[in-house]
């Protein structure tokens, strides 16, 4: 088992920045990948950014290249989302999620993750 918990989300305006923090505990070691995801609500969750547990490859959703930063401490055994130059458009309930992709297509997909966070509410305002 994988317990995930998130924190950090609030209100912020537009411009802005927030960190948002996953601590991981339990049987972390068998998770390859820490992804965060985000949703509105009426819509699917979508990739934000991922990062493995190892070897610190990242991949990251379109809109959030170059805003969005993932970064993990593996000591604390938490991961990072780094998130500058916040628009409205961000507003949503991120989420953290940990799992084994083996792919590149498979991390964009949340049905590759075995274990979710209860997600954290960010709000961007105009």
């Known amino acids: 088992q994988v317990q995930l918990v998130e924190s950090g989300g609030g209100l912020v305006q537009a411009g802005g920045s927030l960190r948002l923090s996953c601590a991981a505990s339990g049987r972390t070691v068998n998770m390859r990948v820490i992804s965060w995801f985000r949703q509105v609500p009426g819509k699917e969750r979508v990739l934000v950014a991922a990062?493995?547990?190892?070897?610190?490859?990242?991949t990251y959703g379109d809109s959030m290249k170059g805003r969005f930063t993932i970064s993990r401490d593996n000591a604390k055994n938490t991961v990072y989302l780094h998130m500058n130059s916040l628009v409205p458009e961000d507003t949503a309930v991120y989420y953290c999620?940990?799992?084994?992709?083996?792919?590149?297509?498979?991390?964009?997909?949340?049905?590759?993750?075995?274990?979710w966070g209860q997600g954290t509410q960010v709000t961007v305002s105009s």
């Open positions: 999620a940990a799992g084994s992709p083996y792919s590149n297509p498979a991390i964009y997909d949340t049905r590759s993750y075995g274990y």
């Open positions: 990062i493995t547990w190892s070897g610190a490859t990242t």
